[in-house]
DNA sequence: ATGAAAGCGCTAACAC
DNA sequence: GTGTTAGCGCTTTCAT
């Protein structure tokens, strides 16, 4: 309760308890408090015992600030999203955040909303706080930085678009295992006629995609015509667009993959709009599996790629990073695995012989 | 670039520049350089200049760590939020970050699965990080801790269930004018048998908006039958089994008000299991304006609360705590207005002569 | 106006 | 095994 000091005029500072208040009313010596807080094998028991007594009584909580100063380490993670609001991100910050915690570390949030000069800040906002590493869930990190930091031995984690450092881990998303698990579930279906709206082909990850659908499609035997290509945005105007494009077609795809759920949900969207139905008239696909396609109507079939396993990826990568004693190198890959969540926004394309048997209403149950 | 001492064993320690680094290079004292860092005026422009310039060519970095350690100020903010997958927080999360980071503070974000022992456990780890403040975005946090913060002055911000103690900061949502605003609306429209499903009436929250309901439709001079005021749980599950319930009624009502999103769209949910259409057969109106709001089929018209207000008025109140030289006494309230969003859940009643004239179908352009 | 030095709360040598 | 003490990197008196 009382103040280390007593001073008499009372700087405005909050009255916290330190060690040295523990260590007075245990009546031993602070490093004996340290090293009982700390765990230290070679303390004696009664000693411990009389030192966690008094912690008790004064209500010590140990400053992370102090430990941090001396120790080097801060236990903070950085983590870095390109934004929050995008839905697929607060699930993975939550067990990203959980996983951290267990391990007796905090996590420093930021996101970039993909502005380079705010990124740059957010990263030096990191160090300054002298986070132990940080993983990056986003692109747009200059390589520059980047290089300096591996340099120093800096733990950093990338999701997917990693500069070309060795160094570093990396996290891998199977892109195309999950593109191929969504186009042979509407092949299964009796789908033929399958379009795909792609991310924006300006970037990398969406490139590889569309790549992994059209291996996909080939696999098949699956002949894809140009105009069943699109090129959306990866949110929900770009989908609402290019289904638009689709829609405008002659003859309509009996389905449709999407390179991402915001890009189907946009899809659904522009169908809403006319007198198609989903999924009697056109399945529609998805990729992330982000909280809101279970929410949707018809709720979204989707690839989902573990959100618990890329954050696990993550905290584990950052931990062998900041624990290892000699620096391991080479560059570490992990490989996230996706998988099919099957959903009503997909069935047999109308006039099928199942579709026939069973009626195309698909079962609307729990959803 | 070389650590402040040259050790010759070089423990495993990230070679960060330090301060003295700097006044080495500038050929001023360490205290020199702090003041050009911190902007004291009285510094010599000319050394000023110096010091800046040394700190650009060795690349420092003033360690927070220890700054906050000294100052007894961390210049970091707890934000406490119950689930950050709950579509609500992220927005907020998002406001809260931007604003603090704008101030020069950091945000530490922890959720509580509405779980007591991790919230518990979430506060001890925000207060051995020496938070200068914590917001406390959701319920369930021990009064006892509480009033021990309130002793030593530390700043707290409640949103809505705040313990009855002075000296906190409390943001109220305006409830009972966000009901108001959607019933009239709906009111507006021709709607009279309006339902209401409420969220679980064992918490106090949603008592208030029940409350608000029966008050806004008695101004109207509408009356409630039993059978229009269903309990849901605040989630979709709650949302769908309650309107499941509306649905069994001889008669359905003409529009159903919700006491937040998520059970508006469990509600969207089961009406799309049935062959009622929204909003022809039945408008539905939503509360909180999440994220997901916009991408329903049809777009939920629903009661928004500025997120980027109760954001502001947080870090405010926070600020306000922290800042003050002479502690303000008294409980101070934060008014959070509420505005309606119009979007296509809710249209004229079938059958009412606007629906004759315009078609019962609502425009369905931007959503 | 600037520098020397004390000390924030803690850990880790180093003595005993 | 336990206590004494020297810093971790910084701010802030207190001299000059």
Redesign the pocket.
Known sequence: MS???DNPTERR?PA?V???DVAQRA?????????A??HIS???A???QRVWKAIEEVG????T???A????RSKMLGLIVSEITNPFFPELVQEFENLAVAQGYEVLIGSTNYDPARTESLMRRLLQRNVDGVAVMTFGVEEDLVKKLVEREFPLVFVDAAPDLSNIHVLKVDYAEGIRQGVQHLAALGHRRIAFISGPLTQRSPRARREAFLKSMAELGLKVPPEHLVEGSHNMEGGITAMERLIALPELPTAVMCSNDMTAIGALHALYRTTHKVPEDISVVGFDDIHLAQFMLPPLTTVQMSCRDLAAAAVEGLRAGIEQDHPRHGRREWHIPTRLVVRQSSTFPRGSLPALVSGTQPKRSGS
Do not use: D
Request: hydrophobic letters at 35%; aromatic letters at 2%.
């Open positions: 103040p280390s000091k500072r916290t330190s060690i040295r009546g031993v010596s602070i490093a004996t408090v340290s090293r807080v700390n070679t303390v004696n009664e000693l411990a010590y909580l140990p400053n600030q102090a430990r100063l001396v120790s080097g």
